[in-house]
């Protein structure tokens, strides 16, 4: 039933080590997003892509990248993780027509680094 | 950068109260607005929605208020129940084809 998966839910990379997070939809929705969720604080934007147009955030730093090969699925791609990269990763995907409508959620990535 | 905030990190309330949680935006030309909770570990979890074309909608046991004219936000949940205890954010977005920006959470906390 999960319509917005999201592997692996915990992710331990070492410092440095270039790591990749994948996000995988059922929706068949043009819109997907990454945001990054550190303790106690609000889902915080990195990017998103509307079909194929990527639209990266003015401070999402350049260690992260995505990739979109297809409608179902999203990659986030940490280059050099640090130690502040350590948070909780979320995927997310909307169907935007007109105008914008909800955001569906994975259940999240949870990073460590070490 | 955020344009959506919440007035008060935490909101303490007993079992079958009405909880109002609020949230103050700074964009006028927002014109989409959502209200999501999130329980430890999960991802956001959609609870309603409202377009800028409306003041008020209503949904199971939630109500979402809209005040354009100063710019103020307001998830009303009836008769809150310890399964509500979790983390409320609002989130907007501006026009199609554009993403949700979350505002900081209020943490609601129910005692039964």
């Known amino acids: 039933d999960a319509m917005v998966i999201q592997n692996p839910r915990y992710q331990v990379t070492q410092f440095g080590k270039p790591v990749t997070l994948s996000c995988s939809q059922t929706?068949?929705?043009?819109?997907m997003y990454w945001y990054q969720q550190k303790s106690s604080q609000a889902p915080k934007l990195l990017f998103h892509?509307?079909?194929?147009?990527?639209?990266n955030e003015a401070d999402t730093p350049d260690n992260f990248q995505s990739r979109r090969p297809n409608t179902s699925f999203c990659f986030l791609d940490i280059r050099s993780p640090g130690l502040g990269d350590a948070a909780m990763y979320l995927c997310a995907t909307s169907r935007v027509g007109r105008s914008v409508t909800e955001a569906f959620f994975g259940q999240g990535t949870r990073l460590t680094v070490v | 950068g955020e344009s959506v905030g919440l007035h008060l990190p935490t909101l303490s309330v007993q079992e079958g109260d009405n909880s109002i949680i609020n949230c103050a935006y700074s964009?006028?030309?927002?014109?989409?607005f959502i209200w999501y909770k999130q329980e430890s570990g999960k991802g956001p979890q959609f609870i309603i929605d409202i377009r800028s074309n409306m003041d008020k909608r209503q949904g199971q046991r939630v109500t979402v208020l809209l005040n354009k004219t100063v710019k103020h936000l307001s998830l009303q949940i009836a008769a809150t129940q310890p399964g509500d205890s979790a983390v409320y954010f609002c989130a907007d977005s501006v026009g199609a084809g554009t993403a949700l920006i979350f505002g900081k959470g209020t943490t609601l906390s129910v005692s039964s």
């Open positions: 964009n006028s030309a927002s014109d989409y």
């Open positions: 929706l068949n929705h043009n819109v």
């Open positions: 892509y509307y079909d194929k147009d990527f639209n």
